[in-house]
């Protein structure tokens, strides 16, 4: 079956700092991969997507690359703000006649201290 | 349109009894979704319907489980005989569903705390 095995948190980082949390997947098929957000007190928000190999996702200065050969899809940001403090959950989801259903990897806590 | 609404946000019941939770999703989203999550785990897929079709279910979702979405609308999720186990934020989402083999992305509800006491 599918699975998504995200970096453990908690991850704690200076403003302006570099970020990556990384997430590796296991898949069936062909999958569409996605990064969640939540912020504290709020749904799960969509940050971004990617459909197909190579494809770069990006949204609010995140990017997360479509890497088929190392089934990954690892979140990166340049400069974080305290702003972007949340939980991130990457996420596949099947092609074909199960598309849609998704399957979430268990989430990243970032807090960014200014 | 005001995003994917649930009710309620939180539902306290004795053990043993039913409840029913309620999801209004994006008017012209076809696919709608429902899932549990619970204290540092991500979400746990539960069932999903295109339009009124209920297309899958979770085989780790109990017979005491049921959900519906008449007429392709709102959806009900209903737990009967509710157990401690059952605590946890249930999540609805919506997609539109503009491709049949691909899914877009979900909007999320903001969830229903059901704390089984």
């Known amino acids: 079956g599918n699975s998504v095995t995200q970096m453990e948190g908690p991850v704690t980082l200076s403003e302006e700092a570099f970020l990556t949390i990384n997430c590796t997947y296991t898949a069936t098929g062909y999958p569409s991969l996605f990064w969640y957000v939540q912020y504290p007190g709020e749904g799960l928000q969509l940050l971004l997507k990617a459909t197909k190999a190579d494809d770069k996702g990006s949204n609010k200065g995140f990017e997360a690359t479509y890497r088929k050969e190392t089934t990954s899809f690892h979140l990166e940001k340049g400069s974080v703000q305290v702003s972007d403090s949340a939980v991130y959950f990457c996420a596949l989801s099947d092609r074909g006649t199960n598309a849609g259903k998704s399957t979430f990897g268990d989430g990243t806590t970032l807090t960014v201290k200014p | 349109d005001t995003g994917v609404s649930q009710n309620p946000r939180h539902k306290i019941t004795k053990r043993g009894q039913n409840v029913t939770f309620r999801c209004d999703p994006i008017s012209e989203h076809n696919r709608l979704y429902w899932y549990r999550q619970t204290l540092g785990q991500g979400p746990e897929f539960l069932t999903y319907f295109q339009n009124e079709a209920q297309l899958e279910k979770s085989r780790l979702l109990s017979d005491r489980f049921s959900a519906e979405r008449p007429k392709g609308s709102f959806s009900t999720l209903e737990i009967q005989r509710t157990e401690q186990g059952d605590s946890a934020m249930y999540l609805c989402?919506?997609?539109?569903?503009?491709?049949?083999?691909?899914?877009?992305?979900?909007?999320f509800g903001s969830g229903t705390r059901l704390t089984v006491v």
């Open positions: 989402a919506s997609s539109l569903g503009r491709q049949i083999l691909v899914e877009d992305g979900y909007t």
